[in-house]
């Protein structure tokens, strides 16, 4: 067996949390796993149980739940419910609207977490049977009635395996699920969740210090150090949207994983600096608005400039929150056409008086946008006049110094942002070359950083499955570098 890089502490704040045993450099795979199950979220459009894509009316000829092919049906995934199910005999029940999310399917990944469990009793005693499930808490919440039934219910009661698994089991392994599986990144649009044994037990920060990336293949999970990490620090994942303010990643993290988070992005009423949560005050022009306590979910929000003396509640704070986040929710249901680059600069404007230029709300937009200048029929990289292509680099660069801080290291976000900087940079520099504005070698000089933006892209993304968008842009980032290499050697 290799040599671990972590032991497992327990505390009563995090409960069991991973602590690194030994320094690890950035980049590093600190542990390899592999999901004990996995299979649709809750709240699924009808997927294919064997490869996970779209599918209408098409389902398994022995089980009648949805599959699209016949490879799909003999899946080693697909088996263990397909037995069950038929066994007895219930049928998926046809939807009018298979794009449409179904409770039908929520049931799957339970079943495939009871059935794992059936089949291997001692990993499930070495590796799941201590993970935290929070029932009582989850009993609480508005959506236990339809879990219940559409879970609970339906497996005791529709599929006949009571005499295999007790309600207590079911419930358990609900209350595994929601607390521990991890979103496995959507292929055709549709995302699933697995649990990851030793991933499960690590700690969530609002600043985390190591990232991971799953492989299609197999569903291994890699994970490495983001950033350098020293001899009994503890690892961090986040459970969470890094481009959330704090009020809104708190109550998610309460939520969906019963904790109110106390990390220090979420306990500094700017985030550490950069104003992600930050309101302009409409009353006066001297001071921002921000939380007096942000760990206190019901403070009070309050104008910096004391001679102002503006204050608003918390409640008032979520719901503004609420209503932007819809608009932004429309925008980012748009196709990538020219007029959803014009809507989003559009909203940025409308709101450029109400937020802080890096509050999470803009930044979230100004991420999209800095992805879809270059990209978009009319807004293409070699279309983009020199304005926008300032526009594209100062959005990109926001992006990149606010992710130093709250995602520190090599993360996805950071591979993505640095591939889209290096395009406009390099635009710019020949285009000014071009004009006679500068020398051939100050050009030399000025392509340096596209160099290094694709380096550092093609570093981090190149660790992603190849066939998913961030590993296919880490290929296509490393062979640009080697083109543009090319170009300046022959300067
Ligand atoms: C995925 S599990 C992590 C492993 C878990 N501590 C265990 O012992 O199995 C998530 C749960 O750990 C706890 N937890 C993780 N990070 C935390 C944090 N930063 N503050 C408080 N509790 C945390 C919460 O109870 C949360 O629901």
Redesign the pocket.
């Known amino acids: 067996m290799s040599e671990k890089h972590y032991d497992v502490l ?1 505390s009563d ?5 991973l602590v690194a045993n030994k320094d690890l450099n950035a980049g590093s795979v600190i542990f390899t796993d592999t999901p004990f199950a996995f299979g649709p979220k809750q709240d699924s459009s009808p997927l294919c149980l064997g490869c996970y894509c779209p599918v209408e009316n098409s389902v398994c000829s022995r089980c009648s739940w949805p599959i699209c092919s016949e490879a799909c049906e003999k899946s080693s995934a697909h088996q263990p419910e397909c037995d069950a199910l038929s066994a007895a005999r219930v049928q998926f029940q046809p939807v009018q609207d298979w794009t449409e999310a179904s409770p039908q399917l929520d049931c799957i990944t339970p079943l495939r977490m009871l059935l794992a469990k059936e089949r291997d009793p001692s990993r499930w005693q070495q590796e799941i049977d ?3 499930t ?1 029932t009582e808490e989850r009993k609480k919440q508005a959506s236990w009635a339809a879990d219940y039934n559409n879970i609970v219910n339906f497996l005791l009661n529709h599929c006949k395996l009571g005499a295999r698994f007790t309600e207590e089991d079911i419930i358990r392994v609900c209350g595994i699920i929601a ?2 599986a991890v979103e496995i990144p959507s292929r055709g649009g549709y995302s699933t969740h697995a649990v990851y044994p030793q ?7 609002c600043v985390p210090n190591i990232a991971h990336t799953i492989l299609y293949n197999n569903y291994e999970v890699q994970v490495r150090a983001a950033i350098p990490i020293k001899a009994g620090d503890i690892l ?1 994942i986040s ?1 969470t949207h890094a481009l959330s303010p704090t009020i809104v990643r708190r109550e998610h ?1 309460r939520e969906s ?7 220090q992005r979420c306990a500094d009423p700017t985030e550490l600096g950069t104003h992600m949560s930050t309101i302009k005050c409409s009353k006066c022009d001297n001071g921002v608005i921000l939380a007096s306590d942000p760990l206190d979910n019901e403070s009070k929000w309050k104008c910096t400039d004391l001679k102002c003396g503006f204050e608003t509640s918390s409640a008032a704070m979520r719901k503004m929150l609420a209503v932007i986040q819809a608009e932004v929710d429309q925008l980012d249901a748009l196709q990538p056409t020219p007029e959803a680059i014009e809507m989003r600069e559009a909203f940025l404007e409308k709101y450029k008086s109400v937020f802080h230029p890096r509050h999470s709300i803009l930044l979230s937009v100004k991420y999209t946008l800095a992805e879809l200048y270059g990209r978009v029929e009319g807004y293409t990289i070699d279309e983009l006049p020199d304005l926008m292509l300032e526009r594209k680099v100062e959005m990109c660069r926001l992006l990149l110094t606010t992710l130093d801080v709250i995602l520190p290291g090599d993360t996805r976000m950071r591979g993505m942002m640095l591939y889209e900087l290096h395009a406009p940079l390099m635009y710019l520099a020949r285009s000014e070359f071009s004009a006679g504005l500068i020398t051939q070698e100050q050009l030399k000089t000025r392509l340096e950083e596209p160099m290094k933006c694709l380096a550092g892209a093609a570093k981090i993304l190149q660790r992603e499955d190849p066939q998913s968008p961030e590993g296919t842009i880490g290929f296509i980032a490393s062979q640009s570098l080697e083109q543009l290499k090319a170009s300046v050697e022959s300067l």
């Open positions: 327990f704040k995090l409960g069991r949390y201590m993970m935290e929070h607390v521990n991933l499960a037990v690590a700690a969530h920060s961090y459970y993290l994983k019963y904790f109110d988070c106390e990390c």
